[in-house]
């Protein structure tokens, strides 16, 4: 399976500022990498779908102005919140080929 | 991707076989049955899948019913370690699909 993985871990940030979690697949080179965000005791919720060298693709009601993504090449994903909230303090997961998922790395904002 | 249905959650006591069911009767015939678990403050870990025949591996094993309408993940001899959430998920194998990930069931090993 692929290896992924994400920086940082953990991220405290104050509110207005834009904070950059990076993802990465170590042993595998994936044109597709997904986000996912996920809130206490719920479930993960699909972002957006990260496409290497074109634009990536939002879920409804996600904005795409908001949550900057990234995929320059095939080992890297970016996902950038611009603007931070305190709601958007989350745990924010990606994944590549569909099934291998980072460790997550836990936003809060002030 | 088809829906499943799982039970909110369970418990088992350590030592002991947790059975974790999993209702999907809607899925396809080219659609795998996968298993992955999410233990707190970390990403989701496979564990298993299968298509028709039972599944075996050194986490667990995976029955999936003839009509294959419904699965059950077998932890043989659970333990604490094992407290987590359980999503069962159906999808097609080997597509770079994304995974839509449903409540899952959260077990909880009780010493």
């Known amino acids: 399976g692929a290896v992924v993985s994400q920086h940082p871990s953990w991220v405290i940030c104050k509110s207005g500022t834009s904070v950059k979690i990076e993802c990465r697949s170590l042993d595998f080179q994936a044109t597709t990498m997904f986000w996912y965000r996920q809130f206490p005791k719920q479930s993960l919720m699909l972002m957006a779908t990260s496409n290497e060298g074109s634009k990536a693709t939002y879920e409804q009601g996600v904005e795409k102005d908001k949550f900057l993504i990234n995929h320059a090449s095939l080992t890297l994903s970016t996902l950038t919140v611009t603007s931070a909230h305190p709601e958007d303090s989350s745990f924010y997961i990606c994944s590549v080929r569909g099934g291998f998922f980072g460790p997550g790395t836990r936003l809060t904002v002030l | 991707d088809a829906k499943t249905t799982q039970p909110t959650s369970m418990d088992c006591a350590e030592g002991r076989a947790a059975n974790l069911p999993c209702n999907h009767s809607?899925?396809?015939?080219?659609?795998?049955v996968y298993w992955y678990r999410q233990i707190h403050s970390q990403g989701p870990q496979y564990i298993i899948h299968?298509?028709?025949n039972n599944e075996t591996n050194e986490m667990a094993s995976l029955i999936i019913t003839e009509d294959r309408k419904s699965s059950t993940l077998i932890l043989p001899h659970a333990t604490l370690r094992d407290t987590a959430v359980y999503y069962c998920i159906v999808r097609v194998a080997g597509r770079d699909d994304k995974i839509i990930f449903g409540k899952g069931t959260r077990l909880h090993i009780l010493p």
């Open positions: 299968g298509l028709k």
């Open positions: 809607t899925i396809s015939g080219n659609e795998y």
